[in-house]
């Protein structure tokens, strides 16, 4: 099992900056694609971004250039660096990985982080 912990939300100005951070944990063989969703009040679960074991990227429209996933495999973290965050950026953010359990298995399965609030005034 996997436990995915996020951590750095809070509240700021539009125009401003946050840094978001999730720790994998648990027992597992490999994580593949790390990423980012979120979820605003009547809204549905979002892509906000993605990067995979070898680094690939991928990044939703509405980022625009203001937002840089990164990750550190040998600590098992995945950031996001959210600048000129607006209103419309407020959502709680989940960390998402897939991994795999066992060397001798192809199954990769998905966890989720219990969200971390992220609020931009205007």
């Known amino acids: 099992q996997v436990q995915l912990v996020e951590s750095g939300g809070g509240l700021v100005q539009g125009g401003g900056s946050l840094r978001l951070s999730c720790e994998a944990s648990?027992?597992?063989?490999?994580?593949?694609?790390m990423g980012w969703y979120r979820q605003a009040p009547g809204k549905q679960r979002e892509l906000v971004a993605t990067?995979?074991?070898?680094?690939?990227?991928k990044y939703a429209d509405f980022v625009e250039g203001r937002f840089t996933i990164s990750r550190d495999s040998a600590k098992n973290m995945v950031y996001l660096q959210m600048d000129s965050l607006k209103p419309e950026d407020t959502a709680v953010y989940y960390c998402?990985?897939?991994?795999?359990?066992?060397?001798?298995?192809?199954?990769?399965?998905?966890?989720w982080g219990q969200g971390t609030q992220v609020t931009v005034s205007s």
């Open positions: 998402n990985t897939g991994a795999r359990r066992h060397g001798w298995s192809a199954i990769v399965y998905s966890y």
């Open positions: 648990g027992t597992f063989f490999t994580l593949n694609t």
């Open positions: 990067i995979t074991s070898d680094g690939s990227i």
